[in-house]
Structure formats: structure tokens, C-alpha cells
């Protein structure tokens, strides 16, 4: 008897990919590093990272990263229950609720990984001195982590 593969409703998004560069004895040797989030805009969310030869390889590991690394946020309605805050590495990130119809307002990767996540109405601010994509987005996630219902 075979298992019946399972079908998720994921979505998915893409973050950052850049290629990263190993230096060995005989020259350079050249990856792809892919950070991709993956949700069902319903309150499931997850981030992968991962690496690979080619950009194929590279999304499709980060996609197996990150469905393995889902959890489920309480969401109250379109919105979150309370303030959170998270910092990582070098990225700090506070997300406060809104009122219903005032919209997402966040930026960069915040905004992709709690557009994600499944909420519709906050506000969010990266008050970190770094701009890296990573970072920020693994901060938010540390801050959705946080949530309480």
C-alpha cells in the first residue's frame, strides 16, 4: 500500500537569493543561497534557507525547509491579538494590531512574511540598523512566535 501524497494549499514567495562564493585551493566555487516563505494566508506560516548548485535546487530545498518549519499564529479576525516584538541578529521589528480596513503597512520582508501569515490589518516597523532581508523576515518570525491568545 502507498501513501497518498498530501496536498497543502502553501503559497509561496520568494525573499532573497543571491549567489554566495566558497574560495577553495583551486579557485572559486560558486552557489545559490534562496530564503523563500511559504503560508496559506490563514494563520500558517513558515521560512526556509537553503543552498544549491543551481537556483532550481536552491528554491526547492528552501521550499522543503520552510514547510517543515510552519507553526500556526492566533489571528483575531483580519488582525493580530496584541503588540509583539522580536529582535535577531542585527534586526529589531515591533508589529502592533489595526483597526479592520487600515491595511497591512509594513515593508520589504515583514510585509511578505505577515502578508503571508494571513494578516491583513497591522502596522509594523523594522527599528534594526541592518537592511538584510533575511534577517528581518526571521525577526518577524521570532515576533509572530511571541503571540499570545
Do not use: W, Y
Not at 554566495?20 to 494566508?41: A, D, I, P, Y
Not at 479592520?100 to 511578505?112: C, H
Not at 512574511?113 to 523576515?137: E, F, I, P, W, Y
Amino acid at each position: 500500500m502507498r501513501k497518498q501524497p498530501v496536498v497543502r494549499e502553501l503559497k509561496e514567495k520568494t525573499i532573497d537569493l543571491r549567489r554566495v562564493t566558497r574560495v577553495v585551493k583551486g579557485g572559486k566555487r560558486f552557489s545559490f543561497r534562496c530564503t523563500l516563505v511559504v503560508g496559506n494566508e490563514k494563520g500558517t506560516v513558515g521560512v526556509g534557507i537553503a543552498k544549491g548548485i543551481d537556483v532550481a535546487q536552491a528554491i526547492d530545498k528552501a521550499r522543503h525547509n520552510a514547510e517543515k518549519n510552519t507553526f500556526i499564529i492566533p489571528l483575531k479576525g483580519t488582525t493580530l491579538a496584541h503588540e509583539t516584538g522580536a529582535k535577531f541578529s542585527a534586526a529589531k521589528v515591533i508589529i502592533k494590531p489595526a483597526k479592520k480596513g487600515s491595511g497591512l503597512k509594513a515593508g520589504g520582508s515583514v510585509r511578505t512574511v505577515l502578508s503571508m501569515a494571513g494578516v491583513q490589518d497591522a502596522s509594523a516597523k523594522c527599528l534594526g540598523r541592518t537592511k538584510n532581508k533575511l534577517t528581518n523576515a526571521l525577526a518577524t518570525l521570532e515576533a509572530l512566535k511571541k503571540l499570545k491568545v
